[in-house]
């Protein structure tokens, strides 16, 4: 509850600062912007963009200012889309954010776009955050906020600030102020401890949400709250559970002695779907979490599972295997006809849908090689953005621009992120081995 507070307190005075424009001095998008990166583009040239240390406004707040300057550098660095330049080639040192940069010393080590911060300790404990970002070419500020926060809340104003970044400059809603639940592993492999796991999408602040007493499996977020709903297997039958990440509470969806996939939430947050086994064939079924009320949706002697809404509700994708191998379908969220949409050699599985509705990425296996691609709901378009042995797991970050998804190689698995031109594949530090990664929505 603490946490939560916090939260509400950090993004509120943000929002409000935004809105003010509150940077003295230099007004909000004086000019036109010239600099803008197209993210549609499959061979994007990062920008060059130079980001000194954030000033310090007291005695103290240097190293703070230092952390907050190096994680802008790595969430900005890590998307791919910038070349943040080495601090030794800068010629200009910022001492103040007050005074308008000497832009013809950025243009000499060919800085793009330049990013100027503070940081200050105030009277009450708190810290303030202030950051511009500056149009090298254009000589022009593109944009400015300030926000004030508690210590511990340091690393989540970096992510804010660079989302502001990323945004500003790509046109696009930024992902680094999320995080990814996920299926931490560890021990021999013929007796593997699963726990669930939580941490920022840089990796940071690793957290345990489950204590490795039952066997756990695929983790799904909500896209409206900080929950998370996941399968465990304890003594008997296999039980879904709603988790809140903030406080711990939990509570159990149901018994199902049939599932064979976790559920995954509606938009709304109100629902899941889930797939449930019938003797030799399984189908997919909705319910409703406050009355607990079950819908089926597909009634077929077939496989039906891994089912995803779309993000307007109004669809559902899933994978089955009715036309002889496991493919993916469409279908309308209340059931009836199911449209097939891959055609390509081998089998399809784990079809998840974009948050921007335009593409659905889903696992291929053929010939022993698992490759993650996306396909557009239409069924054109599809493509593999990265093959090899056994990747799996695709989730898709909040802008639907980034995928991560989890490759085991043989000794035990880890998370990759790949954006969706197949560029900039990367791997994501974690503590130990990790699969069934789920992306949360944006929390700001």
């Not at 948050?355 to 996306?374: L, M, N, S, V």
Request: aromatic share 10%; hydrophobic share 35%; net charge neutral.
């Amino acid at each position: 509850m603490n946490e939560r507070f916090t939260r509400r307190r950090l993004l509120a005075t943000g929002a409000a600062a935004a809105g003010a424009a509150v940077l003295a001095g230099w007004p909000l998008d004086r000019a036109q912007a010239v600099l803008q990166i197209d993210v549609t583009q499959g061979n994007v040239q990062p920008v060059p963009i130079a980001i000194p240390d954030f000033v310090g406004g007291g005695p103290g707040d240097a190293e703070g200012a230092r952390t907050i300057s190096q994680i802008i550098t790595a969430n900005l660095r890590r998307s791919g889309l910038f070349a943040p330049i080495d601090q030794a080639a800068f010629i200009e040192r910022i001492t103040s954010i007050d005074v308008q940069p000497k832009f013809p010393d950025w243009r000499a080590i060919n800085a793009q776009a330049l990013v100027t911060g503070r940081l200050t300790r105030q009277s009450d404990g708190r810290l303030k955050a202030e950051f511009r970002l500056w149009d090298v070419f254009g000589g022009t500020q593109l944009t400015g906020q300030q926000y004030f926060t508690s210590p511990d809340n340091l690393r989540r104003i970096a992510h804010i600030i660079s989302d502001a970044i990323y945004e500003r400059l790509t046109g696009e809603k930024g992902y680094f102020d999320t995080r990814i639940v996920f299926v931490d592993e560890s021990g021999p492999k013929e007796r593997r401890v699963k726990r669930l796991a939580l941490m920022d999408q840089d990796g940071a602040n690793v957290r345990y949400l489950t204590r490795g007493d039952d066997l756990v499996l695929t983790p799904r977020f909500s896209p409206t709250t900080q929950e998370i709903t996941y399968m465990s297997f304890g003594q008997s039958e296999p039980s879904v559970y709603l988790l809140n990440v903030e406080t711990g509470q939990r509570e159990i969806v149901g018994n199902f002695p049939g599932m064979t996939f976790s559920p995954r939430f509606s938009p709304d947050g109100q629902r899941v779907i889930m797939s449930l086994q019938q003797g030799a064939n399984s189908n997919l079924f909705v319910m409703d979490l406050r009355s607990k009320a079950t819908t089926r949706l597909t009634d077929t002697p077939a496989i039906d599972t891994a089912p995803c809404f779309s993000p307007d509700g109004s669809r559902i994708c899933f994978e089955s295997d009715r036309g002889g191998s496991q493919q993916v379908y469409v279908m309308g969220a209340g059931g009836g006809n199911a449209r097939r949409i891959s055609f390509g050699q081998g089998s399809y599985s784990t079809p998840v849908w974009s948050p921007r509705g335009d593409f659905i990425a889903f696992t291929k296996q053929e010939q022993g090689k698992f490759g993650i691609g996306i396909i557009k709901p239409d069924g054109s378009g599809e493509r593999l953005l990265t093959e090899g042995y056994h990747n799996e797991g695709p989730t898709f970050a909040p802008n639907g621009r980034v995928l991560m998804f989890f490759r085991d190689l043989g000794a035990g698995p880890a998370l990759y992120t790949i954006d969706v031109t197949g560029r900039n594949e990367q791997r994501v530090p974690t503590p130990g081995f990790a699969s069934d990664p789920a992306w949360s929505p944006l929390l700001s």
